[in-house]
């Protein structure tokens, strides 16, 4: 699954709907909200997605 898809987002969005799709997303799935058995797994994989984001905005931005 991409990352994009996991967010909820197109890959060519903004950091700031990045940003809210990503504080959506992480409440939805939090351990704490959400009673599932992979609860942890699915924050971790939403986490990771961020970060690939992030990572990837930063060094865009950094080129242009």
């Known amino acids: 699954i ?19 799709a990503y504080k959506r997303k992480i409440v939805q799935v939090h351990p704490d909200r959400n009673k599932a ?10 986490k990771a997605a961020y970060e690939i984001f992030k990572k990837n905005k930063n060094s865009f931005n950094l080129k242009r």
Do not use: R
Not at 38 to 45: D, F, V
């Open 37 to 46: 058995e992979n609860a942890n797994q699915m924050t971790e994989q939403v």
């Open 2 to 20: 991409s990352p994009a898809s996991l967010l909820g987002v197109d890959c060519w969005s903004n950091m700031a709907i990045i940003n809210s």
